[in-house]
């Protein structure tokens, strides 16, 4: 789903489109700027929500997702020295990939 709540109105949509390029850098890529939000979200909560349009229900249960993934790692994988909550998305991502 979505992470970002764009308005409908077209000067609100301006800000959200405004605050999505200055999440990514200008980088032109959704999954960059699905990375960024959530990287954001766990630094500043919800705060991040409202200074990047991103919907809380959402990034919610991105969070919740991403922690079931990590208590459901194999425990071989559990054992490699790091905190499962300190572990970065990026980490993780390359971390299931490498799981198959």
């Excluded at 999954?31 to 960024?36: I, S």
């Excluded at 499962?84 to 490498?98: N, W």
Aim: with cysteine; hydrophobic share 35%.
């Amino acid at each position: 789903r979505e992470p970002f709540a764009i308005p409908i109105n077209a000067y609100d949509r301006k800000q959200g489109e405004q605050a999505i390029a200055r999440l990514t850098g200008r980088i032109n890529s959704d999954h960059f700027a699905f990375y960024r939000a959530y990287e954001e979200y766990t630094r500043q909560g919800h705060a991040a929500c409202r200074q990047f349009y991103l919907s809380s229900s959402i990034m919610n249960q991105v969070h919740r997702t991403r922690r079931q993934i990590l208590d459901q790692l194999p425990n071989s994988v559990t054992e490699i020295p790091f905190a499962h909550s300190s572990i970065s998305t990026l980490t993780l991502v390359e971390l299931l990939a490498s799981l198959g």
